[in-house]
């Protein structure tokens, strides 16, 4: 299986920062990765897919970037709304795998 | 409005089974794969099984396979899973998913899930 690896796992910021949150997949996966958020109590939320994709309805201050290994969301200027936790999940291949998830917290 | 309605979670004991559904409305799951993914209390999402719409193809997480069956009915618009001998470590909620991958071969790729239910939580405990 295809380990997904993010990093770091909880991250401090403040309102209007700009944040990076890092993925690395175990083996190439081309462009085959998306963004999910997810708040307490509630379902995880569609973000980015193939990489740098928006998906429909998504802020544009959500950005993604990467290819191969190596992929990045970045929040150009937090929200309040936007604290969360981040999940990276590649879709290359079965079975799908999930990264452990980022943490944002104020 | 589009929505995903997950029901028949509860408290289990270890061994025994239990059914999930999920009811799926304002959409027509056409020719995508449908998901069940779960969340172990205060932990990271795991994809459990997927099945292709269209042609009834499945899939399975090593973690469930041979335990759980994933199914669908077409008339109804729902899928459903089967979980049997059930472990302690199968605690989690469990999320119905909708794939966005037209034709997707659930056994082979992946998919990327666009609508998501409110999850249902199953609890295996003695």
């Known amino acids: 299986d295809i380990q997904m690896t993010q990093s770091p796992s909880t991250l401090s910021a403040s309102v209007g920062d700009r944040v990076t949150i890092t993925c690395r997949a175990s083996?190439?996966?081309?462009?085959?990765l998306a963004w999910y958020q997810q708040k307490p109590g509630k379902a995880p939320r569609l973000l980015i897919y193939?990489?740098?994709g928006l998906e429909s309805g998504v802020p544009s201050r959500f950005g993604g970037s990467g290819s191969e290994t190596d992929f990045t969301l970045t929040i150009s200027s937090l929200q309040p709304d936007d604290f969360a936790t981040y999940y990276c999940q590649q879709y290359y291949t079965y079975p799908n795998t999930f990264g452990q998830g980022t943490k944002l917290e104020i | 409005e589009v929505l995903l309605v997950e029901s028949g979670g509860g408290l289990v004991q270890p061994g025994r089974s239990l059914r999930l559904s999920c009811a799926a409305s304002?959409?027509?799951?056409?020719?995508?794969?449908m998901h069940w993914v779960r969340q172990a209390p205060g932990k990271g999402l795991e994809w459990v099984s997927g099945i292709s719409w269209k042609s009834g193809r499945t899939a399975y997480a090593d973690s469930v396979k041979g335990r759980f069956i994933i199914s669908r009915d077409n008339a109804q618009n729902s899928l459903n899973l089967q979980m049997n001998s059930l472990r302690v470590e199968d605690t989690a909620f469990y999320f119905c998913?909708?794939?966005?991958?037209?034709?997707?071969?659930?056994?082979?790729?992946?998919?990327?899930?666009?609508?998501w239910g409110q999850g249902t939580l199953v609890t295996v405990s003695s």
């Open positions: 998913v909708k794939g966005s991958i037209v034709a997707v071969p659930v056994d082979i790729r992946g998919d990327v899930f666009d609508i």
């Open positions: 304002g959409f027509t799951l056409g020719d995508y794969g």
């Open positions: 083996q190439s996966i081309s462009s085959w």
């Open positions: 193939k990489a740098s």
